[in-house]
């Protein structure tokens, strides 16, 4: 390993088959929340490493891609066997996900901390992706009790009123929270500062609420502060793994600046690229350079409202 890592993303490496209302399909597609979070983060220059289990039938470009991007798998363990596969259904709802029959769950191909190679428990930060609440709760007791490393968490089971002091109970021990719409289910009306209210305490930071196409709200949980961010205006192929690649990049930002107007413009930017293509071909086609171009653009618009 060249240098100290900055990040390790946590969580599944799936086979995605694709159906997008208009017909269109892409079968076997190389999925998992890991994979856009960290493309997301390493497209700004951070180093990342993953901690995952794969299938046997994950497509092994995809994870030769990974490593030319210089994205360390030395925490992805192998299954063994085929692994985890969905049908992603764009729906007039949104998007569902179907999991096939006879694969292994969810929890079996969700990593385990204590497999974590003893080179990422320097890393500055760990970001859960969406695995289940028991795997994440586990995940949390056991980073926070090693030390400091900032912790971030996109949750896979929504938080209602019936499960608030249990998600309140584990984002007390966490410092960023990256919910979409679909995992927030406490009432109808209630914004983005209000759902942050409800679920800050101990060390939870930052609410990041995620809404599609729509961009979404930052809240900085004390002193409060609001930063709004609309998506940017691309040609959007597939939508699978904007709002991962946006974690990533936005966690990329703040380790690198800790300025908050900052990392949200490098999360936009990141999911940007990932709906410009099937999967995470819009990712790994990206360059820094070309990253870089759409910031700028980002700022420049920013600063003009």
């Given amino acids: 390993m060249s ?35 960290s493309l997301g983060a390493s497209l700004w220059g951070a180093a990342c490493g993953l901690a995952s289990v794969v299938g046997d039938d994950y497509p092994a470009e995809t994870l030769r891609a990974l490593c030319e991007r210089g994205i360390d798998t030395s925490g992805v363990a192998p299954l063994g066997r085929p692994g985890g596969r969905g049908w992603l259904l764009d729906e007039v709802c949104g998007r569902r996900i179907v999991h096939h029959a006879g694969r292994p769950s969810h929890r079996e191909v969700s990593p385990a901390p204590d497999r974590m190679p003893d080179a990422y428990r320097d890393a500055w930060g760990v970001h859960l992706s969406p695995m289940p609440f028991e795997c994440q709760s586990r995940w949390v007791a056991s980073l926070a009790a090693s030390g400091g490393s900032f912790i971030s968490l996109d949750p896979h089971e929504p938080v209602r009123e019936d499960t608030l002091d249990a998600w309140r109970a584990l984002l007390s021990r966490v410092d960023a929270f990256f919910p979409g719409l679909d995992e927030l289910r406490l009432g109808a009306g209630l914004d983005a500062p209000a ?12 609410v990041a609420c995620k809404r599609g196409a729509e961009g ?10 609001v930063i709004e961010w609309p998506s940017l205006e691309v040609a959007v192929v597939d939508s699978t793994g904007a709002g991962d690649a946006f974690a990533g990049g936005f966690l990329a930002g703040y380790r690198a600046t800790g300025a908050l107007e900052r990392a949200v413009a490098q999360g936009a930017v990141a999911a940007s690229f990932a709906v410009g293509d099937w999967g995470a071909g819009g990712l790994l086609a990206a360059t820094r350079d070309a990253a870089e171009e759409r910031l700028r653009a980002w700022l420049d618009a920013r600063a003009r409202q």
């Fill in 3 to 37: 240098r100290p890592l900055d990040l390790i993303f946590a969580g599944n490496l799936l086979v995605d088959d694709v159906v997008r209302r208009d017909g269109r399909t892409r079968m076997g597609e190389a999925g998992g929340a890991v994979l856009y979070a």
């Fill in 216 to 225: 979404g709200t930052l809240v900085q949980c004390a002193p409060e502060c």
């Fill in 195 to 206: 759902i942050a209210r409800r679920l800050a305490s101990g060390r939870l930071g930052l």
